[in-house]
């Protein structure tokens, strides 16, 4: 059963817009949340983090929203640019465990 | 670049055989993660190594196995292969055991034949 789910499988984006990345997951006890963007023939790479503790974090162009009571992540690109067309990932940390926990990746596409 | 490097990038080998990933962190962390990737699936947690000691298992078939060496550098070891074993192979490393980024090398594709 996912824990960590990503519902939408693709997104396609006009430059220079808005795009947004959802998840949701089931688990109350998760308190780290963080995203990641991954291009092919490379590894993940670390995009931005939240505690549970906040319900916002901003980094650049890049905004992480946290919804606890709707156990709801999302993601903002603010504008999007071409370079930023990737497979997003979130993944979330059990009580300090250490290891993360991965939803399966919305493949964004940022059109010109 | 993440600063994690993982040797070899490619790796075929035959059903039955037994082979070595290798991952060395990045400089100064102590904490070191192996994933799996398969075809439909997302990142698998496989094992978590802080600081040479084992901290947390997934869900790692017992044919797999893992250390971490004095120096930090992890091998993951995988043997009497099946088909099935076939993925991408990541290793992480964060600064801390918990709350706290990984930062992922480029994997090891394997392909069993």
């Known amino acids: 059963d996912q824990q960590v789910k990503q519902n939408s499988p693709s997104l396609s984006v006009q430059e220079g817009r808005i795009s947004i990345l959802n998840c949701d997951y089931t688990n109350s006890m998760f308190d780290y949340f963080l995203w990641y963007k991954k291009y092919p023939a490379e590894g993940p790479t670390f995009l931005i983090s939240i505690s549970s503790i906040k319900d916002k974090n901003e980094d650049g162009r890049f905004t992480v929203f946290l919804n606890k009571s709707a156990k709801h992540l999302s993601l903002h690109i603010v504008p999007s640019q071409p370079g930023d067309s990737a497979v997003y990932f979130c993944?979330?940390?059990?009580?300090?465990?250490?290891?993360?926990?991965f939803g399966k990746g919305t493949k964004l596409s940022v059109k010109p | 670049d993440s600063g994690v490097t993982q040797t070899p990038k490619h790796l075929i080998t035959a059903t039955g055989q037994r082979v070595t990933l290798r991952c060395s962190p990045r400089s100064g962390d102590l904490s070191v993660y192996w994933y799996q990737q398969s075809l439909d699936q997302g990142l698998q947690f496989l094992i978590q190594y802080y600081n040479g000691e084992e901290r947390a298992k997934g869900n790692i078939l017992e044919r797999f196995s893992a250390q971490q060496f004095p120096d930090l550098h992890s091998e993951l070891n995988l043997s009497s292969l099946e088909l099935g074993d076939s993925a991408l192979y990541f290793c992480?490393?964060?600064?801390?055991?918990?709350?706290?980024?990984?930062?992922f090398g480029n994997g090891t594709r394997l392909t069993v034949t």
């Open positions: 992480a490393s964060s600064i801390r055991p918990s709350n706290s980024p990984l930062h």
């Open positions: 993944a979330a940390e059990l009580g300090s465990q250490g290891n993360l926990i």
